[in-house]
């Protein structure tokens, strides 16, 4: 039954990422195409992917994670114009660094998508991860080594958003 859901779920995908390109209209060799693909997702990586379904799915959510892109992205955003302004800088004003910072997610879907986050956005990159819910992130511009305010800084803008969604 799962490797059923996962054909369907990359099937869909497939042909939402594929319809752009052949003009809205059904083409045979894209669906068997998709057919394929999807039939060898589904083989591969059924036992990989999270089994309880109905834990991640809900309207609240989806409500928060619809909430959450926006937000991400006006953070990328932000921290773009921040790079660039250190990077055509004639002191190219950076001090860079790694810092350690605590995240109050507990669930690894969780941890992994603020692991995420924090390597999309310029500036920082997650460079390791611990057991027991700390990261390590390098800093184009360390502002403060207190792990207090670090984690404050760089992950209090996204746990919050991370925490109604995966928690």
């Known amino acids: 039954m799962r490797r059923l859901v996962y054909f369907v779920l990359a099937f869909v995908i497939w042909i939402l ?22 039939g060898i997702v589904a083989v591969l990586f059924h036992e990989i992917l999270p089994q309880e379904h109905h834990v991640f799915v809900s309207a609240a959510r989806i409500f928060w994670a619809l909430v959450y892109i926006p937000v991400f992205f006006y953070y990328v955003i932000l921290a773009n114009f921040d790079v660039v302004y250190r990077a055509l800088h004639p002191k190219m004003p950076i001090n860079p660094g790694i810092v350690k910072i605590k995240t109050r997610l507990k669930t690894e879907a969780g941890i992994t998508a603020l692991a995420n986050s924090i390597t999309l956005t310029p500036g920082t ?43």
Do not use: C
């Open 17 to 38: 990422l594929s319809w752009p390109f052949v003009d809205g209209r059904i083409d045979l060799q894209v669906l068997t195409a998709g057919v394929i693909a999807s």
């Open 125 to 167: 990159l997650t460079v390791d991860l611990t057991d027991d819910g700390f990261l390590y992130v390098h800093w184009i511009n360390v502002r403060s080594t207190d792990m207090e305010e670090a984690t404050r800084l760089i992950v209090d803008k996204f746990e919050y958003f991370l925490e109604k969604i995966f928690e």
